[in-house]
């Protein structure tokens, strides 16, 4: 027994030290295993390396590492629309149901007929009233359950998977790899705060307290917390950096979006970190063929602003199909 | 060597459970440590037991394990008057030299003699014109400068403490225990979300993004968040609810507070419980040699309504005098 026991305890060190060298070597093949070498991997790797390096000059500390993402077109597919609009048009039967008079109202005869035509005619003023009445008149808890049933049942009509299935992997990698370095990640997006809260745990590993979005006005009446028709606040373009204030009150110094939406979270990010470091970056949707290929033409993830002004930032542009090995998850 | 070692092997076991039992003691003998034997102490630790015992039919997963505590009287002392009313009292000289036409407001002359009576009588108009003029017209960066170095400077005036070294210890104790325990703890104030936020994290370690407040609209413009001088949110009363579904975005199992202003908070959480379980907690201030006494007759902290139906809610009314044998971590 002598010789053994003195072979293992002489042997443990190797063994750790073996456990823990097969660990690095997995991390390091495992992280951002679906982004392909190049000016986009580079950059993320690079700033994180720095950022981290306590002997770096552009060191940040773990408390003022805070990451920020849009949703829409960032993180999920928001083509052929917005998935939060299919929400609101899927609800419309049931709203309905509920209250036969809006079946007058020619925004709701259209989104029962699933003509979007006549309702991108009905304008800002019917959409906020289609949102308003598909979003309203519950309470908070109703909603919650509402969206969580609606995602577990509803599938995107090109990939035929679930919505929340339909998030960009390298994305996730990218989440992983920031949370993995000290990083906090958080969801600053044009959609709905309370449409996208009982997903995105699951999903990103992002708690309901690290989404900002737009919203509607609560109210609380008869002992519970009830949502009005009224849209409160629209958490797009100038109001981006407004939300961070508000939901998470400090200064980003990563930001990554896709469209003139996230315009001036980019902006606000990139001089928050003054001479110091910051990475700011733009998903461009340049594959027709695994997903979908639109920048400037396109209403829905509309890109100009950022493609005229990202070289002249120092913001870095996402190609899609050069950049990512895989898009989703479910691809084979 | 060959005894060394068995006895060593044999020995191991009994050493790591003399370890764990060790570091259980002490950690026994620390948590709630301020808390007297009594029905506060009791309700707190059966119910933490109760809901984290994953075979008791009352067990809460983790993820559902939200705590919510108001701050004014509740983690820190809002007497003689609100810390955050001294602060903009204390800013008014700041602002006045730099808009001399202030100075002719009564509200502004009268918070610059420290008059308090002539500034209580200029009514809610009033203390929201000071509220707004020291606390907006600048950048959100700004803002949480001026003040973090406040926090730095000010004193508490009977106290002779930095405002944010007068919180109650065994609260303190008490987001420990709970976060030891599984929970997210949050606060959940009618102060200032942004007044809050800057230090919020050392003194209770709770994070900016898990903090709700009242607020001032905010601003995007010449590429940074300002504040403007309009108040868009009161987080109080009824309106608690409504902060913690917009900043939290989940119910609360356990909510603690100590002046009407936190009724519906805690109506909200016991009845999210149904038959569930649930803690609600009122700081009762008894205390008036350590401390400060008051009820039903303060304006600052007025508890009247939470006193009356605290028996039938089923919510527990700590009591300072009796339940803490420490009030404060700078008492001798």
Avoid at 111 to 122: E, H, I, Q, R, T
Avoid at 220 to 233: L, N
Avoid at 242 to 266: K, W, Y
Avoid at 287 to 302: M, P
Wanted: hydrophobic share 35%; with cysteine.
């Amino acid at each position: 027994m002598r010789k053994i026991v003195t072979l293992l305890i002489m042997l443990l060190p190797v063994y750790l030290s073996g456990v823990s060298s097969a660990i690095a070597a997995t991390e390091e093949t495992k992280e951002l295993a679906s982004w392909n070498e190049g000016p986009s991997r580079r950059a993320i790797v690079d700033f994180v390396k720095t950022v981290t390096d306590s002997k770096n000059k552009d060191f940040i500390p773990v408390e003022k590492r805070i990451a920020v993402f849009d949703n829409d077109g960032t993180l999920w597919c928001e083509k052929p629309v917005y998935p939060q609009f299919i929400f609101a048009i899927d609800r419309v039967k049931t709203v309905i149901e509920e209250r036969p008079e809006l079946k007058e109202e020619a925004v709701f005869q259209a989104a029962l007929k699933g003509d979007y035509d006549s309702l991108a005619k009905s304008g800002a003023g019917g959409i906020q009233r289609l949102i308003g009445a598909t979003h309203g008149g519950m309470t908070a808890d109703s909603f919650d359950k509402i969206v969580s049933d609606w995602m577990k049942s509803a599938r995107h009509p090109r990939f035929k998977q679930p919505f929340n299935k339909c998030v960009y992997k390298p994305m996730l990698e990218l989440l992983d790899y920031l949370r993995a370095n000290g990083f906090r990640t958080f969801i600053v997006s044009g959609g709905g705060r309370d449409f996208m809260r009982p997903w995105t745990k699951e999903t990103y590993g992002v708690d309901a307290e690290e989404v900002a979005g737009s919203s509607c006005h609560l109210e609380y009446k008869d002992g519970d917390v009830y949502r009005t028709e009224k849209i409160d606040f629209l958490n797009d373009g100038k109001e981006k950096p407004v939300g961070i204030c508000r939901q998470i009150g400090a200064r980003p110094v990563a930001a990554f979006g896709n469209s003139d939406g996230d315009f001036e979270m980019l902006e606000w990010t990139k001089s928050g970190a003054g001479k110091g470091k910051s990475l700011c970056m733009l998903v461009h949707h340049t594959d027709a063929e695994r997903e979908y290929a639109y920048d400037r033409d396109s209403k829905v993830g509309h890109l100009e602003r950022g493609l005229d002004s990202a070289a002249e930032a120092g913001w870095v542009i996402i190609d899609m199909q050069k950049d990512w090995s895989r898009v989703f998850s479910f691809e084979k």
